[in-house]
């Protein structure tokens, strides 16, 4: 399996502190010796801050700017982040859903390539980490946020490229490939059951280990996100309970944002609210494969200029003008009310329902801090599996101590069954806007995709408007070079 396992292990300093400046010095930190690495705790946290350093890479092209690049095809091939042209091509074949759907095509290669990686360096660190020198304290930290990489690379990657899980089935479609270890192979793909019983069994080692690591900053992996992923994996295998438990856990010591920061630009990862994110420093910046560089709405860079993204008309009506993200978006597209300090250059195009909820450092200036998970997720997913479990009114309880933190005039609703879960789903699209999240929550829910009746264009689409659940273009195909690469590999069904 050569395409997902060719890689040096990464490591870097920057912001993340804590590791000995005399051995950074001696070591390039871009390629460091694997077997001097994993002889002490001191130098296998250089290789953990390769980890956090990886999300936020180039890799092969300015489309592949890491975990915040795959969140933006996510969301490209959903129905609530809009295209307003197609400006100058970088990922309308996501849109268009032409990219998942050719094993040929980079677009299907880059997730595939990139979580394989990411997960072969943690696996250097989950088995050399007992053996290695240093304070058990610090062996638990490590393994604990490895163990957290390892459980998110597989989850993300089931989800894309295996079918969806069925809740109550016995789960025997064909899933992924389950990476344990370093050491090159040729594994089968393992079921969609296999993967998840390990991506839990990764995440259950983790919540224990880090019980008591207070880490530096939010770009480290600490317990509340491993609790975190824990209720996101659990709400996609519908164990209700466990998604309730985890996100309420998850979320302790997390003050929802007021309205004022809500509006202030989506770029810091200092925000209370946020939960875990990439800190993106100057001297790391990856100009225009920079999430900015694609989901601001005031970075001068072409494809922005052309084609600033924007909401679903028909979800941007479903929030009131009293609810302050409505003041993310402007139906207008001249967003004459943007926060403080920055401002929309004559030069950008104006285009009706347009985004402002993220803001790059500078029109010149494309960085922004990348948000991976926040408390008002774990409010949503505690109130979705309440709402599946018959628990409308605690569920009811949840939804309105989030709104009303966005909407002063919320009342609590009164639905009940169904209809609440339709109206938590709502406000879940609303919530989490432009953050990664539609195409995995259309397939987890088994639902169409539907971009009729709303401001998509079926041309720049290119006539991609509706497409049924259970359709197997839900299925991302394996890369072909992997097909290539891997006798044991197959394909999914075209």
Known sequence: MKVIYFIAIMATV??????????????PTESIDENEVVTTTENLYVALNGLHRSLYLRYESQSEGGIGAMMIQADALGEDVVMTSSGNGWYNRDYQWLN?????????????????????????????VDQAVGPAEDKAMLKGQALTYRAYCHFELVQRYGKR?????????????????????????????????????????????LKDYQRFNKSHLDRGVALGLKARVALVQGQWNTAAQYANEAREGYALMSPSL?????????????????????????????????????????????????????LYKQIPESDVRSTLFDPTGQHKNMPSGYYLPASFSKKPYTSQ????????????????MRAAEMYLIEAEAKAQLGADAAASQLLYELVKTRDPNYVATD???????????????IELWGEGFRFFDLKRTNAPL?????????????????VNSGDNRWQWLIPQKEINANINIKQNPL
């Open 357 to 372: 909820k993220f803001l790059a450092a500078s029109d010149a200036d494309s960085r922004m801090d990348i948000p991976y």
């Open 450 to 466: 539907d971009r009729t009746q709303t401001n998509h264009s079926a041309t720049l689409t290119g006539g991609l408007l509706e």
């Open 415 to 429: 639905k009940t069954g169904a209809e609440l879960l339709r109206e938590i789903q709502l406000q879940r699209r």
């Open 262 to 314: 809500y509006r202030s630009g989506f770029n810091n990862f200092e925000n209370p609210e946020w939960m875990w994110g990439s800190h993106i420093i100057i001297d790391q910046t990856l100009y225009f494969a920079n999430f900015g560089a694609y989901m601001s709405r005031n970075y001068s860079s072409s494809n922005i200029r052309s084609n600033p993204k924007a909401i679903n008309s028909w």
């Open 165 to 209: 899980y069925e809740a109550g089935q016995v789960n025997n479609q064909l899933g992924v490939p389950l990476v344990l270890t370093k050491v090159i192979g040729l594994p089968s793909r393992a079921t969609v059951e296999e993967v998840y019983a390990q991506i839990n069994e990764d995440l259950d080692q983790a919540i224990d280990l």
């Open 14 to 27: 920057g912001i993340l502190g804590g590791c000995s400046s005399d051995f950074l010095d001696q070591i």
């Open 100 to 128: 998942h759907t050719d094993a040929n095509s980079s677009g299907t290669l880059f997730p595939y390539r990139v979580l394989y990686r990411i997960n072969r360096n943690a696996n250097v660190i989950i088995n050399n």
